[in-house]
């Protein structure tokens, strides 16, 4: 049973989230330890639970532990089935998060796999829905077909939020005689991430809020004070509003920005007390930071794409070697081996060597 330190760098959900997902895919028992030792309050939160829960039973699981506020789990996964799953995060949880951690093995599940969630769609502390459909996801289609349709927004507090997500694996790992055949078949047939380009072709950006605050045109204000700090970037930009019913008022803005091979973005989501242009402002210097650093991707997408970079290899370059990016690469070493190199100049430079 593999061994991990659950309080290792940032400490958080991030090393629970990989790290069960990558012993869901490769069938390695693990053992978590320390978890969220350093955080208050310490151990399980409710969102990692139901994260767990739902591997569990994609993958037949054996656990021990799995309580809120457990320091300790143990998780051992079996086959990765395909079928129909729901999961009920309750109020609004995050669902993207609750994403992260089961997409890796479900992509390469036995049969086709569909989930509907339900919990918050837009959170703070965790990437909004337009950011994990239109950045994330097209970075996996590679390995499967994904189709991700919203049934409903859900913000803080009330959340009910639903998604349902349906994925056809090309690649089922269970085909293979070993995980290394797997590996190498999808080495083989896979382009890897190269994404070293610091061109930009066009920029989209997705306005929302609750339909409950329309009258204070909240959408619009946001959208228009994140052209304002991007117009001058001379790139066509791409506008869309939307209002939407939703249990609790809230407002979420998305940037994408896409060239030839790579995309990339930021978001920001509304706050009770702060206006509109703020929230908008703030995604657009996000996505500026980017510009302006050189770099190829942003830090999120940095830190999401460490796992696949495991699979396929790739190179890319982002302007922070965060604790989130720095903790998922010592997470998936202990399953891919040290086959990641990171360099830290002005920016970082991440490569694999396989």
């Known amino acids: 049973m593999l061994l991990i330190d659950g309080s290792y760098g940032e400490g958080g959900g991030q090393i629970l989230r990989t790290s069960v997902a990558l012993s869901s895919l490769y069938k390695i028992p693990i053992r978590v330890i320390n978890i969220r030792k350093n955080r208050t309050p310490s151990g399980l939160k409710a969102q990692h639970l139901h994260a767990i829960k739902l591997l569990s039973k994609i993958t037949n699981a054996k656990t021990r532990g799995l309580y809120v506020k457990s320091t300790e789990i143990e998780f051992v996964p079996e086959r990765i089935k395909g079928g129909k799953y729901f999961e009920n ?62 049934r409903r927004r859900g913000f803080y507090p009330k959340g009910g939020g639903e998604i349902i997500i349906k994925i056809s694996p090309r690649y089922s790992v269970d085909n293979y005689e070993s995980m290394d055949k797997f590996v190498e078949t999808i080495r083989n047939d896979v382009e890897p991430y190269d994404l070293l380009d610091n061109n930009i072709n066009e920029i989209y950006v997705y306005s929302v809020a609750s339909t409950s605050i329309k009258v204070r045109e909240v959408a619009e204000r946001m959208l228009e004070s994140a052209i304002n700090n991007l117009e001058d970037l001379d790139v066509k930009i791409y506008k869309n509003i939307e209002y939407v019913d939703t249990l609790s008022p809230g407002a979420v803005i998305t940037i994408v920005a896409k060239s030839d091979n790579r995309i990339f973005g930021a978001d920001a989501v509304g706050e009770k007390g702060k206006p509109a242009e703020l929230v908008g402002m703030k995604a657009a210097m996000k996505l500026r930071q980017v510009i302006e650093s050189k770099v190829s991707i942003d830090e999120h997408l940095a830190d999401n794409l460490v796992p696949y970079l495991g699979l396929v290899g790739g190179r890319y370059t982002t302007y922070a070697l965060t604790g989130h990016l720095e903790t998922n690469i010592w997470v998936c070493e202990k399953f891919f081996g040290k086959i990641y190199k990171v360099k830290k100049n002005t920016n970082i430079f991440i490569s694999t060597i396989i």
Request: net charge neutral.
């Open 89 to 150: 995060i309750g109020t609004a949880g995050s669902i993207t998060l609750l994403l992260q951690a089961v997409i890796l093995p479900i992509l390469f599940a036995d049969d086709k796999v569909s989930i509907k969630i339900t919990g918050g769609t837009d959170v703070r502390f965790s990437p909004s829905l337009d950011y994990f459909r239109y950045v994330i996801l097209p970075y996996l289609e590679k390995f499967a077909n994904i189709d991700l349709k919203l």
